[in-house]
């Protein structure tokens, strides 16, 4: 939360150099006001970090198809993984987009007889 709204909710109570008296209500109305501008800035924080197939795609400079079929795999493990906002389109959370960072190319390692005792 931004200081102007912790000065405008000081003058709001208090008034601005007049003694203004403190009621039950007046304080309830100030914190129920407080509350919304804490909820508003948080749920624009959230979208903001939200991104996109393409906004992905675009960070890790892979194809849309390739973290389309990364978070189908997360999808089909887990039961849940992005939000579907639209048809075809999903946005992750900026803990799903670093899941979604791809690994080294290629087939992963196999195990070999030597590594198992």
Known sequence: MKSIE???????????GEGATLTRQRVSHELKRLAHVIEQITRDEVLRSLKSTGDVAEL??????????????????????GWQVGRGVWVFTPDEVEELR?????RPPSITKELVC
Not at 60 to 72: D, K, L, W
Not at 102 to 106: M, T
Request: aromatic letters at 10%.
């Open 60 to 81: 890790y400079r892979v194809s849309r198809q390739s973290v389309n079929t990364r978070a189908a795999r997360f999808r089909n493990r887990r039961g849940s993984f």
């Open 102 to 106: 791809p690994g080294k190319p290629g």
């Open 6 to 16: 912790i000065i405008l909710s000081l003058d709001n109570l208090f008034g601005r």
